[in-house]
């Protein structure tokens, strides 16, 4: 029932409608987390399997309704009588994101299909359900309030996830530092957006944009301050450097599906209320998130690709942990472009959303390949990829490919081109020193996925010493993998060949304006 004023006076509805549509998504996510916590009550243990084919069909399912929405011009939970003042938009940025951590989370389920046998399967596929709803809603939400809740329903659930794994010490404590640091986080975020509250009078991100335009001389310092806390809640959820210290042992901790997760998922979810509070919120304040943005940056990619570089291959799980600082330094480059954007305009962002698509892709194939070789070889040491090509030779085409997309190089031609982007959004900023710093990053780099990408066709005998090779060329015996494993590397496979031959698919988000 809605209740009008009374159309003699004119006056403004006092009921807002709902647009069931724009919030289609993350509902559908949010809707069949809660099927599947109540159906885990009823179906017996041999059927427990169908939860997880059901958890599968409900992110298709999420996914399929951001079509409709593709226009971009639906809005909802509006105040009354303010235009432009809303709490969800569901804009180009915010379907681009929604596509790619529920994207991202359908491609985390397959992986998890077949390695959910020693874990509470009811309660696995709800929290990742539940996270990726939060993860969908986030980068739609235009209000302080609704962003925050959006975070922590995306973060909350991901604490424990990472520590699903009963009687694992090593899980116990990746969440647990996982968890201590993002509770560090959210109360310095809430702290600064305390501080931009008192100082505006409003959540609502454009209205407060508006109102920082002007703010009086005794509250500057309380905004500065407010604008300042709430970066660095969200440079803890980026994993930007000095705040990135929970990443390795969290991935290396946690079961590689959702490792897989954190580095994509988690990722876009943290850059995307950052992209929201910098541009949309903040933008009366470039000239204090612009400079912090881009030293971030730069300290970031070096501080990862560094210590990516200084992986042995003999130490247990040393791949993963490779993957997890090779993410920090990746964070560093999509840091760039959000930093531009403090001296140009709000179109370089679209360079950090090519980005983060390509990043998706590729890093989702290289944890997918990874899990393959961990049905094996569970120490999963870079080691045990050294003539891989002997035994799984698509798996080693496919794992080399991405690599070489991270790496930035040819055939890998998309990974190529989204550092070009993200490369000439700092040149057109003039931010010179930070497109030099990215320069001898992508240099680091090189040799790290080059020496993982040299190892899977080299063969037993190169290795240093003589005697088999630690890898799969030690155990020629094949396993039967399963059908959703397959499927999420064909996926990614596929997806990033396409990618690499026809670029402009996401390469056009880097030359408008997503807002």
């Not at 320069?439 to 040799?447: D, Q, R, S």
Request: net charge positive.
């Amino acid at each position: 029932m809605t209740v009008a004023a009374d159309s003699a006076t004119g006056a403004a509805s006092l009921v807002q409608s709902v647009d069931w549509l724009a919030i289609a998504p993350p509902v559908a996510a949010a809707s069949v987390a809660l099927v599947v916590l109540v159906a885990d009550l009823f179906v017996p243990e041999r059927r427990k399997p169908l939860l997880g084919y059901g958890a599968v069909a409900g992110l298709a399912a999420a996914l399929a309704l951001l079509v409709p929405l593709r226009a971009g011009d639906r809005s909802t939970f509006c105040l009354t009588g303010t235009a432009g003042a809303c709490s969800y938009t569901a804009d180009h940025f915010a379907l681009a994101i929604q596509a790619l951590v529920l994207g991202g989370a359908l491609l985390t389920a397959l992986l998890s299909l077949g390695d959910t046998r020693r874990l509470p399967a009811g309660e696995f596929w709800f929290l990742l359900l539940s996270s990726a709803a939060g993860a969908a809603l986030l980068p739609a939400a235009r209000d302080l309030a609704t962003l925050v809740v959006a975070l922590e329903v995306a973060s909350l659930p991901a604490f424990a996830l990472v520590g699903i794994k009963r009687g694992d010490r090593r899980s116990s404590e990746a969440a647990l530092k996982f968890f201590l640091s993002s509770v560090v986080a959210t109360t310095v975020m809430l702290l600064g957006v305390s501080f931009v509250y008192a100082t505006t009078g409003t959540l609502h991100l454009t209205e407060i944009a508006a109102r920082l335009d002007d703010v009086p001389g005794e509250f500057d310092t309380l905004a500065k301050a407010g604008v300042v806390l709430t970066l660095v809640g969200f440079a803890f959820k980026t994993a930007a450097a000095p705040f990135h210290f929970w990443v390795p042992d969290t991935y290396v901790g946690a079961p590689l599906p959702i490792a897989a997760y954190l580095s994509v998922v988690g990722k876009a979810v943290g850059f995307s209320g950052l992209i929201l509070v910098t541009v949309i919120g903040f933008p009366s304040y470039a000239d204090v998130w612009g400079p912090a943005l881009a030293v971030l940056a730069a300290l970031t990619m070096t501080v990862g690709n560094v210590a990516a570089l200084r992986q042995s291959a003999t130490r247990a799980r040393s791949a993963v942990r490779l993957l997890a600082w090779s993410s920090v330094g990746q964070a560093g480059y999509l840091l760039v472009p959000i930093a531009a954007a403090a001296y140009s305009s709000d179109e370089q962002i679209g360079s950090t959303v090519a980005y983060a698509l390509m990043y998706a892709v590729v890093n989702l194939g290289a944890f997918a390949v990874a899990a393959l070789v961990a049905r094996t070889r569970p120490g999963n040491r870079l080691a045990d990829y050294r003539g891989l090509y002997a035994t799984r030779p698509a798996a080693a085409l496919a794992l080399g490919f991405f690599l070489l997309c991270l790496a930035g190089l040819p055939p890998g031609v998309i990974g190529l081109f989204a550092k070009v982007t993200v490369f000439s959004a700092a040149v057109d900023a003039g931010l010179g020193w930070l497109a030099v710093v990215m320069a001898v990053n992508v240099v680091i780099a090189l040799y790290y996925y080059l020496r993982w990408t040299a190892a899977l066709f080299r063969a037993p005998e190169d290795v240093p010493g003589g005697g088999p090779a630690p890898g799969p060329t030690a155990a020629p015996r094949k396993h039967r993998v399963p059908a959703p494993l397959t499927t999420a590397i064909v996926l990614t496979g596929l997806a990033a060949v396409a990618l690499s031959g026809a670029p402009q698919l996401i390469l056009r988000f880097a030359a408008v304006s997503l807002f």
